[in-house]
């Protein structure tokens, strides 16, 4: 079902903005926002073979036995890409590392730079740089084998980079495959496929964690044109204005090009977005606004078309929501705790959604019911959400492909790396960096005994 409403809504947004760079936003039908979950379900990849709902237009060029179509005549067509990969080949020896080097339509990439990263604990152990032959070919030997060190390989291109999942040496040696897209900086195709702002209350400030998915639909074309996949690097960067004055911005870390800095009055994305195939790319950052009782009001500017967007906040007594353009909230409650969350998606033909204008009245001078938890929630998005992937893994059930386990894996490996980053920094103490540190090395070793299990990809 999922699957079907993602393509339903891709064929919807390429046939409505074929002829344009998608200045519009877009939507599908859902049901209301759900605040036990994190976001809207994510865009996946769209399967040809699947079975079409009712009225949908034909994929890949092919007919639909429901007789639909979209309003063009035409029908939506996936480039089939080659992902980056990593796998144990048991033909190469020990400590040894082949990496081929494609474009998108598997044409060897020459002389390119690799670059080969390393990683001991979560903490870096250096990287080596090695180039591609004629043949778009690396080799690299005398890797470690002992399990203790976990290998990434990347490139760069144009701003952007490319990088397979992180492995570890064992019994045999690994081939890696990257595939290095063309580079576009204009936001052709680019869309938040979700924005959730959630807002909880401490002492006497507002926290506020905003949550957003980019997704890249360079891969679909419209009719009988030819997909033209890119991978989106911003040169400004994509801003999200934030309220004026705010403090303690934050935001989650991450070991790939993709960050968030603070810059003026703006949360401002920099990195590479590539073709969504799979998971979306990720936007959490967090941010405090002071009270002083009364009312206050928030507008965020967001940088791109929007599918969907909802709003949800711990409301203690007389605490009141309403947000521009949205229906009036609905009241919940989430674990005892009464909240009021609202939320909208946007059709083709709807007006542009350019920022969240949220207005909360009824504040409060004491803090919420919920003020631990807000300064909880603050630490774990500086540690990388540690107890929300751990939480996702339990309910995503046992058996998962080895793409997610590889994906989750990496997060993983960047959550460990900027626990030691905080450590050296001193902005995490001893006994806080020995837990987090037993907590990711447990999941870890779980993630690795999930992958010994998987098939092979």
Known sequence: MRRDRCA???????STFASGAFAQDAGVPSAAPDPHAQTAPSPGPVDPNAPLPPGHP???GGGDANGGGDPHGGSIRRA???ESAASEDPSLPRGVMVVRMIDPRGNPVPDASVRVGSMREGES???????????????????????????RVSAEHEGARFGAPPFQMGAAGYRVQLVRFDVSHTPRAMLLWDTRAEIRFKDDRAVVVVRAKLVNLTALSLGESAAQPVTFVPTDGLRFTLPQPHTAFVTQPSMSDVHLTEEGNAAVFRGSVPPTTGEPTDVVFQYQVKLEGGDVDLAMGLPLPVVSASVV?????????????MPAPETREVEGQRILITGLERRPDDPPLSELRVHLGGIPRASGPLREGAAALATAIALGAVGYGLS?????????SRTELEAERARVLDEMTELARLRDAGEVGPVTYERRRRELSLWLASLLKELDAAPAA
């Open 8 to 14: 339903l809504f891709l064929a919807l947004a390429l």
């Open 58 to 60: 034909p994929m890949n």
């Open 80 to 82: 089939q890409l080659p």
């Open 125 to 151: 152990a250096g990287a080596q740089e090695i180039r591609t032959g004629p043949d778009g070919v690396a080799r690299i030997e005398g890797l470690s084998t002992d399990g203790s060190v976990a290998y």
């Open 313 to 325: 906040t711990e409301a203690p007594p007389g605490l009141t929501l309403s947000v521009t353009g």
């Open 392 to 400: 996702r893994r339990k309910t995503m059930g046992a058996k998962r």
